[in-house]
């Protein structure tokens, strides 16, 4: 389907989805933007599973939010980034907490803004090696393969694939890349590869984990990447999408510790709150571009 279509239309594939799961019982809120009263909204984040997951990892933010902000907050647990984008054109869900690499496609998708951008301490792309391998620099890893995470991450496909078109290699060309998910470091440990691109927090994690940390080479670094992001549907009530501005700009003090309280929220430890436009995200675009997406209509893998 071309770019017009999906930027007005709910794909047909996704809207039945979406109507599946609310039959099926399976979402929290399944209320219409039009059933929903004046104080009331429905959240969603991208990344979770199910409503016993987004309870458990943003539970408490959830109170605390509506504490903040004097509004009603309903979860929407969706099954994954294409149902979120079809609830938003529909009208299902009102603010969906996402990563930037989502938030380009959930864009193109609804037309949905940033309200306000949540930048994680020390967010980049790591590529690393074992020392004794002869691998130096990234350009040594021509004609190799590197493991990466998960298809179409942020921090562990698209901007480790960054690094390698940076060092002048072109990821599918010269690099085979292999998506290994939790198993990367395995994968190096093993030589199925010969080099890992992923988050440099998980970077740091599996070093943490080694008994001999200089066993592995540090190849590259990358720069920042862009900040998740609160975004909101286009035509959401203008009084809602202030209510959430103002509890983030006001209290995001209170608003981190109660996210920090989900065990796999660490990674938004001393995460500072930063105000985005669209432009901002021109750089996940660009990320985009290192795997060979000039297009960003479609999630990668789906």
Do not use: W
Not at 168 to 195: C, F, I, K, S, Y
Not at 244 to 263: C, I, N, P, W
Not at 281 to 286: F, I, N, P
């Amino acid at each position: 389907m071309g770019k017009t279509f999906f930027r007005t239309t709910v794909s047909r594939t996704t809207a039945m989805a979406a109507a599946g799961l609310c039959a099926a019982g399976l979402l929290a809120s399944c209320s219409s933007s039009n059933e929903r009263d004046e104080n009331t909204i429905a959240f969603a984040v991208t990344d979770l599973q199910g409503l016993e997951e987004l309870q458990r990892e943003f539970g408490a933010f959830k109170t605390t939010l509506e504490e903040v902000s004097g509004l009603t907050v309903e979860f929407y647990p969706v099954s994954d980034r294409t149902v979120a984008a079809a609830a938003l054109q529909t009208g299902d869900i009102d603010i969906v907490f996402t990563g930037p690499a989502e938030y380009v496609v959930i864009h193109e998708k609804t037309d949905a803004e940033p309200v306000v951008s949540i930048r994680r301490d020390g967010y980049r792309s790591c590529l690393y090696a074992k020392a004794d391998s002869g691998i130096n620099a990234v350009s040594d890893l021509s004609g190799r393969k590197v493991a990466m995470s998960d298809v179409g991450s942020t921090s562990g496909h698209l901007g480790p694939s960054q690094l390698l078109v940076d060092a002048g290699l072109t990821p599918g060309d010269n690099v085979e890349v292999v998506m290994a998910g939790d198993a990367v470091h395995q994968a190096l440990l093993r030589d199925d590869v010969a080099a890992v691109g992923i988050g440099c927090h998980d970077y740091e994690e599996f070093m943490d984990e080694e008994s001999d940390p200089n066993a592995f080479t540090l190849l590259e670094q990358g720069e920042l990447l862009p900040p998740d992001v609160i975004m909101a549907r286009g035509d959401l009530d203008e009084s809602k999408r202030a209510a959430v501005e103002a509890a983030f700009t006001e209290h995001f003090d209170e608003l981190l510790t109660a996210m920090l309280a989900g065990k796999d929220n660490a990674k938004y430890e001393n995460a500072e709150l930063v105000v985005t436009t669209d432009a901002d995200y021109d750089v996940a675009r660009q990320l985009y571009r290192a795997i060979g997406v000039t297009e960003f209509s479609e999630f990668v893998g789906e």
